[in-house]
């Protein structure tokens, strides 16, 4: 097959003059810190989740550590979840001085396996983060039902899951804390940033004041008209807010996500059609129960060759590809942290070194799809 001169990238945002627009109107306005923006992107959020509440911050990662924070995890407490995720949760777990506690996967769905989880709840178990992967939403019926058993909280990844149901309720709609992102490779962004939602109110006042300084009134209350400049601090916090200049870019997308959602379905039935039946890959499986997935990422696993050299035959092709995500357990940090146990992670680690994330975003043109489709069939065929 003839390769293509432009370069496919991994990963790229859906950005049209809707976007542009609202961020220029924000520029305009002579207010581009935290402000209306923000909050009417909270707004939304509770829209979308029935949650009571939601608090933008300026990432995922920021919104985990305010929440380990005002949840009072710390040394000697455990927090389950997976290995399989962004090194940022557990990043979060150890610098808390709490330990992760991982649980395997399923190796089809790359979703926490909730059978798995009772054992390794203890005395000092505080809290259970599973992570919806890659837009797929984990059994949250079983794993509710185990933190209700053990008193537990329930932390909702859901940095991928912008659009994902679990039955007929979104992510986040569940009760429980779920932290959703905005990177600019999410499902919609905000250049960077990402939104906490929740039912418990004394907890929703505990994270705005860790959100920013330990101040109860933001910049838009203290300098606002009528506003008041003066504040108190009753405890230290972060500075973890969301200008309106990215809540703006937010907005806009926020209004798109159902198109963007269902452009990345479109797009991962091309890759299923395409790859279907090639020797040497596995394709991803969906939960058996009722679920729809926002396909944040459409990950195979590379069988017939090493995936380095997969992914430098990929390069040869100017196919981009990412990896989501190296085990968490085999980090050298968390290594020499929590020594692994051979064996003790079968799923993960069969599947750890085998993962490969193809390019999805919905400015792909159908003809991307078959193209890697193509170029795939020729690197396992001449294995």
């Known amino acids: ?49 029935n949650a009571n509440h939601a608090l933008a911050v300026n990432s995922a990662t920021a919104g985990m550590h305010i929440t380990l924070t005002a949840l009072n995890i710390g040394p000697g407490d455990e927090v389950i979840t997976p290995s399989l995720t962004f090194a940022s949760t557990v990043n979060q777990i150890i610098m808390r001085g709490a330990t992760p506690v991982f649980v395997d996967v399923n190796y089809d769905t790359l979703n926490i396996n909730p ?33 209700r058993k053990h008193n537990l909280t329930v932390i909702e990844d859901a940095a991928h899951a912008v659009g994902t149901y679990y039955k ?27 939104m906490i939602t ?6 929703e006042k505990k994270l705005r004041l860790l959100r920013f300084h330990g101040i109860e009134r ?3 209350k203290r300098y606002g008209k009528g506003g008041n400049p003066s504040y108190d601090i009753s405890a230290p916090g972060y500075k973890y807010n969301l200008p309106d200049l990215l809540a703006a870019l937010g907005l806009a997308q926020y209004e798109r996500w159902p198109e963007l959602n269902r452009r990345r379905l479109h797009l ?37 060759l090493e995936r380095d050299l997969f992914m430098a035959k990929l390069a040869d092709y100017n196919i981009g ?25 079968p799923e993960t680690d069969r599947a750890g070194n085998k993962i490969l994330s193809l390019p999805l975003f919905p400015d792909m043109l159908d003809e991307d799809v078959q193209y890697v489709c193509e170029a795939i069939k020729e690197i396992v065929s001449h294995v």
């Open 1 to 49: 097959m003839k390769i293509r001169k432009e370069y496919l990238p991994f990963s790229r945002p859906s950005i049209t003059e809707k976007e542009i627009n609202r961020v220029v109107a924000c520029l305009k306005s002579g207010w581009i810190t935290t402000g209306a923006l923000a909050g009417q992107l909270e707004e939304r959020f509770i829209d979308l989740t």
């Open 218 to 220: 933001d910049a838009w």
């Open 268 to 304: 991962a039935k091309l890759y299923n059609e395409g790859l279907c039946g090639i020797a040497g890959i596995d394709l991803p499986a969906v939960p058996i129960y009722e679920h729809t997935h926002a396909w944040h990422l459409y990950i195979i696993k590379i069988l017939s």
């Open 198 to 203: 929740l039912n418990d109110r004394a907890m």
């Open 115 to 147: 059978s798995l989880i009772d054992d390794k709840i203890t005395s000092r178990t505080k809290a259970i983060i599973p992570v919806h992967f890659a837009g797929a939403p984990v059994d949250l019926d079983k794993i509710n039902e185990l933190a």
């Open 321 to 345: 590809y990412g990896l989501h995500f190296p085990p968490t357990h085999t980090l050298k940090y968390v290594r020499e942290r929590i020594p692994p146990k051979i064996g003790a992670l």
């Open 168 to 194: 007929d309720s979104h992510a986040g709609g569940f009760g429980n804390i779920a932290i959703f992102s905005f990177h600019p490779i999410k499902n919609m962004t905000t250049g960077e940033g990402g």
